[in-house]
């Protein structure tokens, strides 16, 4: 999955990570990595961040320190 980031938004890109939204919380939370040597890529041209996942749900990004 690739999802768009606002540049003006975000103070550091490498912060970025994929949240997820967990129905049964009511709450966004940080996706799991599906497999363990796949890293996450940001693109810092398209300001894009591209991730793996194996389940359908509503996704988002956030910046986490």
Do not use: C, W
Request: no cysteine; net charge negative.
């Amino acid at each position: 999955i690739t999802i768009a980031y606002d540049k003006d938004k975000v103070a550091n890109p490498e912060n970025i990570l994929p949240m997820v939204y967990n129905e049964v919380s009511e709450s966004f939370e940080v996706h799991p990595k599906v497999r363990k040597g796949y890293k996450n890529k940001l693109d810092l041209e398209k300001n894009t961040l591209t991730f793996e996942t194996q389940v359908l749900g509503h996704f988002s990004l956030a910046e986490i320190e």
